[in-house]
Nanobody
Framework: QVQLVESGGGLVQAGGSLRLSCAAS????????MRWYRQAPGMERELVAA???????QYADSVKGRFTISRDGAKNSLSLQMSSLKPEDTAVYYC???????????WGQGTQVTVSS
């Protein structure tokens, strides 16, 4: 079993920055590609960014150039550096990973990010 715990959310003004973190524990050898998703009220959950075990990254068009995803394998952690934040970035952000050990991946509980205009 793998546990993912997000932290770093909060309230920030438009144009500001936040850094989200996701700490993994348990059977971390099962973790492969990791992702950040977000879900705004009344909206579907959407992929924000992804990073493979080898470090290849992928971003949603809406965050390219503003967000940076990174991971530290030694520390079993995932981060999302968010800059130039906009009110439309307001959402609950979730950490996710694929699993090498079972068919279903893993999810964190989410952390709220609120960007005021």
């Amino acid at each position: 079993q793998v546990q993912l715990v997000e932290s770093g959310g909060g309230l920030v003004q438009a144009g500001g920055s936040l850094r989200l973190s996701c700490a993994a524990s348990g059977d971390t050898v099962c973790i492969s590609t990791m992702r950040w998703y977000r879900q705004a009220p009344g909206m579907e959950r959407e992929l924000v960014a992804a990073i493979t075990s080898g470090g290849s990254t992928q971003y949603a068009d809406s965050v390219k150039g503003r967000f940076t995803i990174s991971r530290d394998g030694a520390k079993n952690s995932l981060s999302l550096q968010m800059s130039s934040l906009k009110p439309e970035d307001t959402a609950v952000y979730y950490c996710n990973s694929d699993s090498l050990c079972r068919s279903q991946g893993y999810w964190g509980q989410g952390t709220q990010v609120t960007v005021s205009s």
